[in-house]
């Protein structure tokens, strides 16, 4: 009898931990994991280096068509500027359908997969098993964006971060498509005041309760 495809969505606003979470998440379940964010960020990253207007959607989308998404880079497309212009790509509804499908195609893997993001749990994959909803206060998320920043050899002042952070919110939770936004039935936890590894335990006890 062919297993039904156990799907984890875990969405999130900008340096949450979803990303870290996912990841750990998926070594622990045995689950295949994408960062749905990359996706964007690899059209952003094309757009920039073609110097495209980043409100040129049928160039977004010709992108978006020849992305491969087992050959996404994430060292080159984590720069804090690249995730700023993928927020702006991000709000053009044919983009996000092409990149959608994509992503689809990869959560329909027969074991199941891990996906995370802004909107997974709510229009990539809504029958998802289990939907976790990552928050932390965005003065934690710029601390923890600057460390991430300054351990990668680049500089990073807390005050421009933080106002970055707080934009980009801003336009994944205002965008009319697929706004970021927690899923009805996700399960919402809070990181603030919890390490990585305090997450990790909280996070698997949620889905160890829920697959029970
Ligand atoms: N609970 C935590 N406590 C402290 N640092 C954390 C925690 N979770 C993640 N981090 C660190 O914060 C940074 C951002 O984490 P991560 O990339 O997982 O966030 P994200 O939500 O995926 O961000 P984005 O959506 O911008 O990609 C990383 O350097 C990561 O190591
Ligand atoms: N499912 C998603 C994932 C990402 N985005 C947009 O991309 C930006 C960068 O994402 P990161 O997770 O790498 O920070 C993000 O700010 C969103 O605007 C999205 O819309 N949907």
Redesign the pocket.
Known sequence: MSRHPFVIAID???????????RKIATRYGLPCL?T?LTYRAVAHAMLKQKLDMADEAAAVKIAETLDLSALDAAAL?AHEI?EAASKVAVLPLLRHALVNAQRRFAANPAGAVL???DIGTVVCPDADIKLY?I?DVE??AK??C??IV?RGSAAVYEDILADLQRRDARDMNRTTSPLRPADDALLLN?TK???E??FFAACKLIDAQKS
């Open positions: 999130g606003p900008a340096a949450s931990g979803k990303g870290t979470l996912a960062d964010g984590s995730g995370d993001g802004r990552i932390a934690e998320r923890r964006r460390k991430e351990a990181t919890l390490s990585i305090e997450a």
